[in-house]
Nanobody, 119 residues
Framework: QVQLVESGGGLVQPGGSLRISCTAS????????MGWYRQAPGRQRELVAR???????????DYVDSVKGRFTISRDNAKNTVYLQMNSLKPEDTAVYYC?????????WGQGTQVTVSS
């Protein structure tokens, strides 16, 4: 049974930082591209960041333009975990953040973790 479990969400003030994590089980983690998506109320789910299975020297990462320079995605294959470090957070970053594991036509999702940026 595949499980993706997110953690680390919460409330943070504008300009603050937060790191969210996603730990996978039931898959060969190192083979999967991992991504973070987010969905704000009334908006479509969007891809925030993605890291390929063969990430070498940081070349296998993509970010949506709105988070470039502020967010960093990383993975630890030994721990079956992907991270999203979020710095300089803005109110518009408020959303439910979902972890995604993708291998060819196989996609798995976590249950989501709420990130709220507010003073």
């Amino acid at each position: 049974q595949v499980q993706l479990v997110e953690s680390g969400g919460g409330l943070v003030q504008p300009g603050g930082s937060l790191r969210i994590s996603c730990t996978a089980s039931g898959i060969i983690f190192r083979l999967y591209a991992m991504g973070w998506y987010r969905q704000a109320p009334g908006r479509q789910r969007e891809l925030v960041a993605r890291i390929l299975s063969g990430d070498i020297f940081g070349r296998g990462q993509d970010y949506v333009d709105s988070v470039k320079g502020r967010f960093t995605i990383s993975r630890d294959n030994a721990k079956n975990t992907v991270y999203l470090q979020m710095n300089s957070l803005k109110p518009e970053d408020t959303a439910v953040y979902y972890c995604n594991a993708q291998l060819d036509d196989y996609a798995h999702w976590g249950q989501g973790t709420q990130v709220t940026v507010s003073s």
